[in-house]
């Protein structure tokens, strides 16, 4: 059976493939994991690192070896892989900030992913989440931090109360409070402009409002600016916020009831790193399912009939 992190996994080598093109050793490393070829992997990354030395693009290259690894339930090579990276990446961020290039905060946040999952494979999960919320807060003030709240997340949000969401601005109808919504189960959903697993979940979603909206289901859809529109244009706030209500207007019409805060602190908040996250409180408020990545209709429907009865 395979693990919950290696459909993970699968999701981030499919949408990395998506993204602008980047460095050729990412794209060899990624190819050869996603073919279960970890020898070729670990080669090519053996040769960038000899010839190139700790380049951004060949410590984000040796993450994936970390990831990969781990995928495949190999955890004292991942864990190797995942001690090395961060060794390396901390070694340049004596001469650096975290965020001074793309690929270091990505080779970083997979270093301590990667720990986590492994220390958690291993029945030490109380480690694992006291770990991630150690290196949360000392990374607080930068990229990974959304990463790492998703990683808390994953190990241990479910069961809790939701985190209160930020509703200072929105599109459509003005969004409750969670705290306002107790009574109620809700189901967030957290996506981008620009994604478009979401667009393929919206669907699925107006199908499962239309049968449990009756029963007291409320949809709240968090979303935020990302600094661009159409075609990656750069977008002042100002300009993004319209580019965003036409996408809700012209693909998620089927959800046109739904409350849609914007704020980027609520994806920090909630971890959402990844889009759609979908996440599921009770009428108590509690969270009872949280979900990066997209869903089935009938992944989904069996989650909602525990809240809704």
Known sequence: MKSVYYFHLAALLAAAGAQVSRAGIIQDVRSAIAD????LGERRVREYLAKEGTKPEGLEALSWLGRGALAAKRYDEAELYAAETRKLVLETLKKRPVDSDANTPIALGASIEVHANVLNARGQRSEAVAMLRRELQKYHGTSIRTRLQKNIHLLSLEGKPAPALEVAEWLNAKPAPIEKLKGHPVLLFFW???CGDCKAQAPLIARLME???????VLVGPTQRYGYVARGEDAPPEKEKPYIESVRREQYGALAKMAVPVSEEN??????????????????GVVR???PGKMTYE?????LEKVTR
Do not use: C, I
Request: aromatic residues 16%.
């Open 192 to 194: 981008a402009h620009w």
């Open 36 to 39: 279960s070829n970890f020898e």
């Open 299 to 303: 992944e989904l429907e069996e989650q």
């Open 211 to 217: 049968k449990y909206g009756p029963k007291g289901l």
């Open 289 to 291: 399912m949280y979900h």
């Open 267 to 284: 994806f920090k908040s909630y971890g959402a790193s990844s889009t759609p996250t979908l996440v599921l409180l009770d009428r108590e």
